[in-house]
């Protein structure tokens, strides 16, 4: 069982170049969620979909967009990058009765 | 605005030397609080999840505590391999998540 799975697991940037970050769950779970981590503030939570199709912003929105075609897929853009993206982005989905998140590994990128 | 604040930032234990970690909320409704472990260069991997003043969960060498305004992770007898990032987070009523920053813990033998 693969739980989540994001892809690539790192990536080097130039500013103002594009990319997509995808992830994939095999859960069936409804609602998932993007957080980028940068170190001493934790976990900011960026954009989250409640169910295929939908998407709501999170704590911290600005240059970035995302698409949930599928209820096993969710995806996250960068259209312009800046080096104030250079974090840690972790994807999760969300257990139907528990709350419980489900985290990927982690993508680390970096915008030079 | 919903606010989480762990403390300390870094604990530094010996194997065996017991200790507890705090988590502290304010929410506008709390919906439920939880504690991940997160190993360097992993995501958070979910450990519990309290809901209500007074209860309480245990895992091994870990339990966890809930007050109106906070939760303690107690790490009784700790080990080597118990060394991780330890993350609260605490969910609204709204269903909104918000972590903390973490606390560090290094277990030395």
């Known amino acids: 069982n693969a739980g989540v799975t994001q892809t690539p697991k790192f990536q080097v940037l130039k500013t103002g170049q594009s990319m997509t970050l995808q992830c994939a769950q095999d859960m069936n779970h409804n609602s998932m969620y993007w957080y980028r981590q940068d170190p001493g503030m934790g976990l900011r939570l960026i954009y989250y979909s409640a169910s295929e199709g939908t998407t709501d912003k999170g704590e911290v929105p600005d240059g970035y967009n995302v698409s949930r075609l599928k209820k096993q897929n969710f995806l996250l853009g960068l259209e312009s990058a800046a080096p104030s993206q250079t974090s840690v982005y972790f994807c999760?989905?969300?257990?139907?009765?528990?709350?419980?998140?489900?985290f990927g590994e982690g993508s680390r990128l970096t915008v030079l | 605005e919903d606010q989480v604040t762990q403390s300390p930032e870094a604990l530094r234990l010996q194997e065996g030397e017991s200790s507890s970690l705090n988590c502290s909320y304010t929410?506008?409704?709390?919906?439920?609080l939880f504690w991940y472990r997160q190993d360097p260069g992993k995501g958070p991997e979910f450990l519990f999840t309290l809901y209500s003043a007074g209860e309480e969960k245990e895992k091994e060498r870990l339990k966890a505590t809930l007050t109106k305004k906070e939760s303690f992770l107690h790490i009784t007898a700790p080990k080597p391999e118990d060394s991780a990032t330890y993350l609260c987070a605490v969910q609204a009523n709204d269903y909104k998540l918000s972590f903390g920053a973490g606390t560090t813990v290094t277990v030395r033998a």
């Open positions: 999760a989905s969300v257990g139907v009765n528990t709350g419980e998140l489900f």
């Open positions: 929410v506008s409704g709390l919906r439920g």
